[in-house]
C-alpha cells in the first residue's frame, strides 16, 4: 500500500490554485474609459493573489510543524528508549502486511507506518551486501549493509528493523527496473533522503525520502553504523572459554526470532526472504564462519586483520543467517553427495575426540533426511559449532547450526546413555530444520509450530533410523512429548497451537512446548490417520512446491489432503486439523458400554468433552468445543485382544456397535496412543482392564499399559475418577518387565511426591511406592562398572539399561535403604581412592542420594570435582548433584554462588534454582530467592526464549499450602509484570495443587492406610 505524507499532496494542490488563478488574470489592451476600472481590478487580483499564498503558507508550516512534532517525539523515544505508539496494531499476517483495526490506528499508520506493529510491506528486500568489522579487543563491531530494494508500492519511507545500532549514513539510490535494467529514465541515481530516525517503541529505522519510489522498480539503500558485541545472549554476542589457563573469547550470532536487528538493519521478518553476502574483517588470529562457505580470503592488513567473503546465500530469511569469530580447530567429514560437515570446538575438546560421535550421526543424518523427504540438502557445507554459552540448546542456522557444548559434546568415557540420548535428539532436531524451517519456513510466527512440531517429531523418527532398537517414537514419544505437553494444554491458561501473534512480547510467547510437543504430538496423530506413504507424499510435495519460500497451515493441509485424494481417500485435512490447532487444549473421550434395554451390550456410547484439571473450572468453563477425534478401539480378554476399525467422533455424545463383546471383555481406546486425547472408561470397565494388567499385562502393548498409568492417574487428579484407581492400577508394576509402563509410573509418582513430602502422613505414600517396586529393584539389581562395557547405550540392552536405572531412581528417592547403602557406598570409595568407579548411567542418581545423605565434607568435594572436570556432561550432573543437600546453609550459599560469581555458567544458573527449589528442603528457600532477585533474573533472561518461563515453572509448580499461593498472588500483583503467560499458568497450577489438598488428600491417604485386594473382589 502506498502511504504518502499529506504535506508534498497539498502543496501540489497549492501550485495547481496559484496556477489557475494566474491563468484568470488575463491583462487585457488599456483604454482610457476603463482605466480605473481595470486597475481596480488588478489591486484586487493582486490582493487575492497574495491571500490565497498566504494560506496555502501557512498550511504548509501547520503540516511541516506536525511533521516535525513527530520526528520529535522519535528522537525523544531514541533517547528515552521508548516512543508512542498508534493505536492499531498488526492482528493477523495477509501476506506480508498486518490488518489494523480502528480509524485512528488506520490513520497513523497511513501518515506514519512505523507506528504499526509490522512492516508496512512497501519495499522488500531481494540482496543484502553486508560487510562487518570485527574488534574482539574492545567487543564491538561496524558495518555497512547495502540492501537492494524492489518497490511494490509507490511510498517516501523505507521502514526497516534496527534495534541498538548507531546509524551514521543512510543513502538511497535508484537502480532500474525490477528486471535489473539499467533506469535511464530521468529522476534516475541518488535518491534525496529528507530524514532518517530510529523508532525504538518498534525497533524500527525510518528513512523519509523527498519523492516516492515508483512501483516495479529497484532501489538501493545503504546503511553505515556501528554496534557493541553484546554479553546477553542475543544478536551479535561474544562468550569466552579457558584453553590452558588463558581465557579466550568468541563471537556467535543467535538471531531467531527477532534479533537479526541487532546485528544490522534489515527486514528482521520470515515472510522477507533475500539472499546475503558476507564480507567478515576480523583480527588473522580469528577464524570466521558463515553458512555458506568461504569464497576469498584476503592477506593480512597492516593491522594484522584479514576479511573472508562467503559466498552467496540462496533466498532465507533474516533469523536464521549466521556468523561467528572464533579460534577454534574442527574435524570434518563429507557425505556421498559431497557436501562438507565439519564440527568447531574448543581445541582441547576436538583433539579428545568429545565432537566426533555428532559428526558421525549427522552425516547419516542428511543422507536419512534426503531419502525421507526426497527433497536434497540445498547448501555445499554444514557447520556444526559448539559453543560454551548459549541461551538454548541450539539454533539451526542454515548451514552453521550453533549447540551449546552441552549438548553435542560427549565424553564416552563418563557420559550416561540417557545423556547420548539427548545430545542425539537435539542434533536430529536441528539437521530436521535443514527442510523445515530454513529451506520452507512460516510465512509468521502465528505457525512457529509448522518448523518446531516437525522438528520435535522428528527428533524420534530420526533416533529411531540411528538407533532401531531404542523404539523412541512408539515408545519414548508418549511420556517425553505426549503425557508431558498434556499436562499443560489440559490447564484452562493453555492457548491454541496457532496462536495470534501482534508484537514482540507475542512472538516470545509462542516458542513454548504447546508449539514444540503439542505440534509434534498433532503430527504424529496425522501421520498414523494418513498411513506413513501418504503422508511422506504429502511432505514431499509441501516442500517441493514452497522450497526457498513461505508457507502457512493451509498449505500443509492442502497438500497433505491431495495426497490422500490421490489413493481415493477424500478426507479433508485442513477441517480436521483447524480443530486441533485453532482450538485450545484437547478432549477426554469417554467410552461407555451401553446399560439402556433399548440397545444390546455390543454398543458403546462415546462422549467428549473439554478436558481441564479441576471441577470448577470446568463448571465454569463454556465447553462449547468440539474436536474430529480419530479413535481406536481394541477388545479382548484374559486371553486375547481385536482390533476394531477407526471411528471418527465428531459430536458431543453418539453410539457405535462394537462386535464380539461381551460382559467380561474389556474395551480399550486410542490403541498405542497415537491420538492426542484421553480415554476414560466406566467404572466397570476400569475393573476389567485392572484384572487383566493384574492377570496377564502382556495382552495389552507397551505403549497402550503406559497410556492407562498416565490416563488413570490425570483423570483422577482431576476429578474424573476416585483416587484409588490409579493406585489400584500400578500394583500390577511387581510383575511389569518393560521399561515404558514404569517410566510413565515414574512420572505420575513424582508428581504426587512433590504434592505430599510436606505432609504428616508421607510415609503411607512413600512405603506404597516401594512396595511396588522392592521386588523388580532387587531382580534387576545395580548395573556393572567400567566404561565402553556390554552396558554401552550402542548395545541392544538399551531398554533393560533404561528399566534398571528407573528402578534405582525410584527405590533411591523414596527411601530404600539398601540403595541408600549402595549409593554412600560408591561415593565414600571414590572419596578414598580419587577413582570414580561409579556406573556412567547412574552416576546422577548416586551423586545426589550421598549429597543429601552424608555430611558437608562430600558436598565440598563434589562442589571440587565440579570445578576440576573438563567434561561437559559430568559438569552437568556434579552441579544438580549440589542442589540434592539436606543443609539449607549450603543451598543458599549455591543460590548465591550461582548468580553473583562466574563459578556457575550463565545458562545453568537457573537449573540450580530450580533443582534447589525441588528438594523438599529448599523449596521455601528457592521460592523466597526467586521473589527477592526477580528484577536481576528478569533482566538477565527475561528476554530468552523459554529461560523465563522454565524458571518460574521450575520454582513454583510444586508450592501447594494456601500461605504459597497467597504470596504467590502477592508477587504477581507487585513484580509480574513482562514475564509473558508463565505466571499466570503458574497460579493456575498452584490453585490447583491447593484444590488438590482440599478436595482428594484425604481419600487418597484413606485409600493408602485400606487397600482393596488385588482381585477387586
Known amino acids: 500500500m502506498g502511504l504518502n505524507d499529506s504535506s508534498p499532496g497539498t502543496m501540489r494542490n497549492g501550485r495547481g490554485l496559484s496556477d489557475q488563478w494566474a491563468e484568470s488574470v488575463v491583462v487585457r489592451p488599456r483604454t482610457t474609459e476603463r482605466h480605473i476600472t481595470v486597475h481596480k481590478r488588478l489591486v484586487l487580483g493582486f490582493a487575492l493573489s497574495i491571500l490565497t499564498l498566504i494560506i496555502v503558507t501557512a498550511v504548509a508550516v501547520v503540516l511541516s510543524i506536525r511533521f516535525e512534532e513527530c520526528d520529535g517525539q522519535n528522537r525523544e523515544a531514541a533517547a528515552g528508549g521508548s516512543g508512542s505508539r498508534g493505536s492499531g496494531g498488526s492482528a493477523k499476517l495477509n501476506g506480508s502486511r498486518g490488518e489494523r483495526t480502528g480509524e485512528r490506528g488506520d490513520e497513523e499508520a497511513a501518515v506514519q507506518p512505523w507506528r504499526n506493529l509490522r512492516l508496512p510491506g512497501s519495499v522488500r528486500p531481494r540482496h543484502y551486501d553486508l560487510r562487518l568489522a570485527v574488534y574482539m579487543d574492545n567487543f564491538t563491531f561496524s558495518g555497512e549493509v547495502s540492501i537492494e530494494l524492489e518497490c511494490v508500492n509507490a511510498t517516501r519511507f523505507i521502514v526497516l528493523h534496527a534495534d541498538r545500532l548507531e546509524v551514521d549514513r543512510v543513502t538511497v539510490t535508484a537502480e532500474g527496473g525490477v528486471g535489473g535494467r539499467p533506469n535511464n529514465r530521468p529522476g534516475g541515481g541518488v535518491m534525496r533522503v529528507h530524514r532518517h530516525f530510529a523508532f525504538p517503541a518498534n525497533q524500527m529505522y525510518v528513512v523519509v525520502l523527498h519523492r516516492e519510489m515508483k512501483p516495479m522498480r529497484v532501489y538501493r539503500l545503504n546503511v553505515s553504523f556501528d554496534a557493541a558485541i553484546e554479553d546477553e545472549l542475543l544478536g551479535f554476542f561474544r562468550s569466552s572459554y579457558t584453553l590452558q589457563r588463558e581465557r579466550r573469547y568468541l563471537a556467535v550470532t543467535q538471531f531467531s526470532p527477532i534479533h537479526a536487528r541487532k546485528a544490522f538493519p534489515c527486514f528482521d521478518e520470515p515472510v522477507y526472504k533475500a539472499t546475503f553476502s558476507l564480507a567478515l574483517r576480523h583480527d588473522q588470529q ?606 543458599n550459599r549455591l543460590l548465591n554462588l550461582s548468580l553473583t560469581s562466574d563459578l556457575v555458567p550463565e545458562q545453568d544458573v537457573i537449573d540450580v534454582i530450580i533443582h534447589v527449589g525441588r528438594n523438599p528442603q529448599g523449596r521455601n528457600l528457592a521460592w523466597r530467592y526467586f521473589r527477592e532477585k526477580w528484577d536481576i533474573l528478569n533482566a538477565r533472561y527475561g528476554e530468552a526464549l523459554f529461560m523465563n518461563s522454565k524458571l518460574i515453572s521450575g520454582v513454583t509448580e510444586f508450592l501447594n499450602t494456601e500461605q504459597e499461593l497467597n504470596e504467590l498472588k502477592d508477587f504477581i500483583q507487585s513484580s509480574g509484570v513482562g514475564a509473558g503467560p508463565a505466571l499466570p499458568r503458574a497460579l493456575e497450577i498452584v490453585e490447583g495443587n491447593v484444590r488438590w489438598h482440599r478436595l482428594h488428600r484425604r481419600q487418597f491417604y484413606q485409600w493408602l492406610r485400606k487397600p482393596p485386594s488385588p482381585a477387586l473382589g
Not at 510466527?445 to 524420534?460: I, T
Open 286 to 891: 580469528y577464524t570466521s564462519l558463515s553458512n555458506m562457505p568461504v569464497e576469498s580470503s584476503s592477506l593480512p592488513d597492516d593491522d594484522g586483520t584479514v576479511t573472508n567473503r562467503f559466498a552467496r546465500t540462496p533466498r532465507m530469511s533474516t533469523y536464521y543467517l549466521a556468523w561467528a569469530v572464533c579460534n577454534f580447530t574442527y574435524k570434518e567429514t563429507q557425505t556421498d553427495g559431497g557436501v562438507t560437515i565439519r564440527l568447531y570446538a574448543r581445541p582441547d575438546a576436538i583433539s579428545s575426540g568429545a565432537g566426533d560421535y555428532a559428526l558421525h550421526i549427522t552425516k547419516r543424518l542428511l543422507g536419512f533426511y534426503q531419502d525421507y523427504f526426497k527433497v536434497q540438502y540445498s547448501l555445499p557445507k554444514l557447520d556444526l559449532l559448539a559453543v560454551p554459552k548459549h541461551p538454548y540448546a541450539a539454533m539451526e542456522n542454515w548451514g552453521l547450526s550453533v549447540f551449546v557444548e552441552q549438548k553435542i559434546l560427549l565424553d564416552a568415557e563418563v557420559s550416561s546413555s540417557s545423556y547420548q540420548m539427548e545430545l542425539t535428539m537435539v542434533v536430529v532436531h536441528e539437521i530436521c530444520h535443514q527442510w523445515f524451517g530454513d529451506l520452507v519456513t512460516p510465512v509468521w510466527w502465528e505457525d512457529v509450530w509448522l518448523k518446531e512440531g516437525f522438528a520435535h517429531f522428528f527428533e524420534y523418527v530420526g533416533t529411531d533410523f540411528l538407533f532401531p532398537k531404542w523404539n523412541m517414537e512408539k515408545q519414548r514419544f508418549l511420556t517425553d512429548v505426549l503425557h508431558e505437553v498434556m499436562l499443560l494444554d489440559g490447564l484452562s491458561s493453555s492457548h491454541p497451537i496457532s496462536q495470534e501473534v501482534e508484537q514482540a512480547t507475542d512472538i516470545n510467547r509462542v516458542f513454548d512446548w504447546i508449539a514444540y510437543k503439542k505440534g509434534a504430538a498433532l503430527i504424529r496423530m496425522l501421520a498414523n490417520v494418513m498411513g506413513q506413504p501418504l503422508f511422506q507424499k504429502g511432505l514431499n510435495d509441501y516442500l517441493l512446491s514452497h522450497m526457498y519460500g513461505n508457507a502457512a497451515r493451509d498449505d500443509l493441509w492442502r497438500k497433505l489432503s491431495q495426497a490422500m485424494r490421490s489413493e481415493g481417500r477424500d478426507i479433508d485435512i485442513g477441517e480436521m486439523m483447524d480443530r486441533w490447532t485453532l482450538q485450545m487444549g484437547y478432549p477426554v473421550v469417554t467410552i461407555s458400554k451401553n446399560q439402556s434395554e433399548q440397545l444390546p451390550t455390543r454398543y458403546i456410547t462415546i462422549s467428549q468433552e473439554h478436558f481441564l484439571y479441576g471441577q470448577e473450572v470446568r463448571n465454569s468453563n463454556n465447553d462449547s468445543l468440539r474436536w474430529q477425534v480419530p479413535l481406536t478401539v481394541a477388545v479382548g480378554n484374559m486371553s486375547t485382544t481385536s482390533l476394531q476399525s477407526l471411528i471418527w467422533i465428531n459430536n458431543r455424545t453418539e453410539t457405535h456397535r462394537i462386535a464380539l463383546m461381551g460382559d467380561n471383555t474389556w474395551l480399550l481406546g486410542n490403541v498405542n496412543q497415537t491420538g492426542y486425547f484421553r480415554v476414560n472408561y466406566d467404572l466397570q470397565n476400569w475393573k476389567l482392564l485392572i484384572q487383566q494388567l493384574h492377570g496377564n499385562p502382556q495382552i495389552i502393548s507397551v505403549g497402550n499399559r503406559a497410556g492407562l498409568i498416565d490416563d488413570a492417574f490425570n483423570l483422577a487428579r482431576a476429578g474424573y475418577l476416585p483416587q484409588g484407581i490409579p493406585l489400584q492400577l500400578i500394583g500390577y508394576l511387581p510383575e511389569e518387565t518393560s521399561f515404558l509402563p514404569w517410566h510413565a509410573a515414574s512420572r505420575a509418582l513424582y508428581q504426587l511426591d512433590k504434592l505430599l513430602d510436606r505432609t504428616e502422613e508421607y510415609s503411607l505414600f512413600s512405603d506404597y511406592v516401594l512396595k511396588q517396586v522392592a521386588a523388580r529393584y532387587h531382580q534387576m539389581g545395580w548395573p556393572t562398572n567400567g566404561p565402553g562395557s556390554e552396558g554401552s547405550v550402542l548395545q541392544a540392552s538399551y531398554q533393560t539399561e533404561e528399566l534398571q536405572r528407573e528402578l534405582i531412581m525410584l527405590a533411591c528417592s523414596f527411601g530404600n535403604k539398601q540403595c541408600h547403602r549402595q549409593a554412600v557406598a560408591y561415593i565414600s570409595d571414590w572419596i578414598s581412592s580419587n577413582k570414580n568407579r561409579i556406573p556412567p548411567n547412574i552416576r546422577d542418581i548416586v551423586y545426589c542420594t550421598g549429597v543429601s545423605l552424608m555430611d558437608e565434607d562430600v558436598w565440598e568435594f563434589i562442589w571440587m570435582k565440579f570445578h576440576s572436570s573438563s567434561a561437559v556432561s559430568e559438569k552437568k550432573i556434579l552441579l544438580e548433584a549440589l542442589t540434592c543437600s539436606d543443609n539449607t546453609f549450603l543451598l
